[in-house]
């Protein structure tokens, strides 16, 4: 693989990471604090195990970790400038409408 792309490889990871709905919704939520697999399941209206992929997707990519409390998983985001990412593509939105 040519040198200059090797250097792109883990941000490219961490955008397809980002690269479905539920999972913009989820870095949403746990941005503005932790949630439990339970309120994300609620939010996003989907099936636990699908959840719990997407959820996996995000904390390989590190952009969340997990904390097991009991029986209950809770997450957090772990790079929150990610948000920065999100006002810059709601600002090229709003530029393009």
Do not use: W
Request: charge should be positive; glycine fraction near 6%; proline fraction near 4%.
């Amino acid at each position: 693989m040519n040198q200059q792309l090797v250097q792109f490889k883990k941000p490219a990871g961490i955008f397809k990471a980002l690269a479905h709905p539920a999972r913009l919704l989820i870095v949403d939520e746990l941005s503005k604090g932790e949630k439990c697999v339970c309120e994300l399941t609620a939010m996003i209206g989907s099936e636990m195990p699908t959840v719990s992929r997407h959820l996996s997707v995000l904390k390989n990519a590190g952009i969340i970790t997990d904390d097991k409390r009991g029986t209950q998983v809770f997450y957090r985001l772990v790079i929150p400038c990610v948000m920065n990412f999100f006002r810059c593509v709601e600002s090229v939105q709003k530029n393009r409408s």
